[in-house]
């Protein structure tokens, strides 16, 4: 039987141990949250932590979050980029809002958005695969032309090399409906896809890559010109947005790993007998 001083050590021992154990865990919080670019809610910290092997419960990371002040700070802001007022072809729209095929270099979307510096609008072109999330190729310039969108389509193609076939969805915008944008289509054998007129949901995929961005990144920022634009959009695509940001719909994996899970699956087993 222990005597009360005995007692007493036991459960100031006890306390301690509870604490350090609790301090750990609201540093690794912490960390996760400023590695997100002070992005994560509750469930993406939730998640981070179950992959590396902390089980802990969602309602005690969003209660570690509000005490340590960890609050995501989001401002919304649109400005349309298309200008479907051409007399160019359009394609017909057969990706349909399926969004979500079984293999990688299937389907690609592609679109436009703005981001603004103390010199002036910066363009975006990304083109991403919907299998993935990942983003395969994206091109930034000062000037909205074709040659921003063919760049974009460009690197992907050289970094995929996707077979023919691959359906390329994109909205109605001048530069997809280029002579310079369509041959280049043709060129690679890729099946081209626009949006319905005035249906943002035709491309939501793309549209929430770029909210997505905005509000982690570039809404939180102040670029002083082009240069520091790039720089900074271009590390948030590699570093964060591919390899490390979760995605609910790739069962919280960043495209990466998702991709890298996919292709370990469907490796074929070696026969050794």
Not at 19 to 37: A, H, K, M, V, Y
Not at 103 to 111: F, H, M
Not at 146 to 173: F, K, S, Y
Request: aromatic share 10%; charged share 20%.
């Amino acid at each position: 039987m222990l005597n009360r001083s005995s007692l007493y050590r036991h459960k100031q021992s006890k306390a301690s141990k509870t604490s350090d154990s609790d301090q750990t865990l609201i540093e690794r919080i912490c960390g996760l949250f400023n590695l997100s670019g002070k992005n994560y809610g509750s469930r993406r910290i939730q998640r981070a932590l179950l992959a590396e092997g902390i089980c802990v419960g969602r309602y005690k990371v969003r209660r570690i979050m509000r005490k340590q002040g960890l609050v995501t700070t989001w401002r919304r802001k649109f400005i349309k980029t298309t200008n479907s007022k051409h007399n160019m072809k359009v394609a017909e729209n057969i990706l349909n809002q399926k969004f979500n095929p079984t293999e990688p270099n299937k389907v690609w979307v592609a679109d436009i958005t703005y981001i603004w510096t103390a010199r002036g609008w910066l363009y975006l072109a990304a083109v991403i695969d919907l299998n993935s999330r990942k983003i395969v190729g994206y091109s930034l310039s000062h000037r909205m032309t074709a040659d921003l969108v063919c760049t974009a389509l460009q690197v992907a193609i050289h970094t995929r090399q996707p077979p023919e076939g691959l359906i390329m969805h994109t909205d109605r915008g001048s530069q997809y409906c280029s002579v310079q944008y369509q041959d280049l289509l043709s060129q690679y054998g890729v099946h081209c896809s626009m949006s319905h007129k005035g249906l943002c949901y035709d491309n939501a995929v793309m549209e929430r890559f770029f909210l997505s961005l905005k509000m982690e990144r570039v809404w939180q920022k102040h670029y002083a010109n082009h240069q520091e634009a790039i720089k900074d959009v271009s590390h948030y695509i590699t570093v964060f947005y591919n390899q490390i940001r979760l995605h609910s719909t790739l069962g919280y994996l960043s495209p990466n790993n998702y991709e890298q899970k996919v292709d370990n699956i469907s490796m074929p087993v070696s026969d050794f007998t």
